[in-house]
């Protein structure tokens, strides 16, 4: 079992897409407690957010904007999932 409460402090940063300039919206959402479900309709909300504000007054907003919004979110699910990795290795570690 992925134990959650070894991240309970942890934030997650989402970049609204790697190719949009280093100014890109960044977003924290919490991940602590939320089952998967919870947790990527929290993270396709930010997503969508950060992606809204970035996009804001391109002219090709319409058409980027929903691959802005899924790479996002997998970034963003691609971390937790090395987060929790990390965590359950230092705890198998610990507890050797």
Same mark, same amino acid.
């Given at each position: ?14 970049? =609204?897409? $790697?190719? @949009?300039?280093?100014?890109? +919206? ?5 991940? &602590?407690? /939320?089952? !998967? ?18 996009? =804001?007054? $391109?002219? @090709?907003?319409?058409?980027? +904007? ?5 790479? &996002?979110? /997998?970034? !963003? ?20």
């Amino acid at each position: 079992m992925i134990r959650i409460s070894m991240i309970a402090a942890a934030t997650i940063a989402l970049v =609204a897409a $790697s190719a @949009l300039p280093a100014s890109a +919206q960044e977003i924290r959402v919490k991940v &602590a407690g /939320k089952d !998967a479900a919870t947790l990527h309709h929290d993270l396709w909300q930010a997503a969508r957010k950060a992606c809204d504000i970035e996009l =804001a007054g $391109s002219v @090709l907003a319409y058409e980027v +904007q929903q691959p802005c919004i899924r790479h &996002a979110v /997998k970034m !963003a699910e691609d971390k937790i999932a090395q987060s929790r990795l990390a965590s359950n290795g230092a705890m198998v570690a610990s507890a050797q």
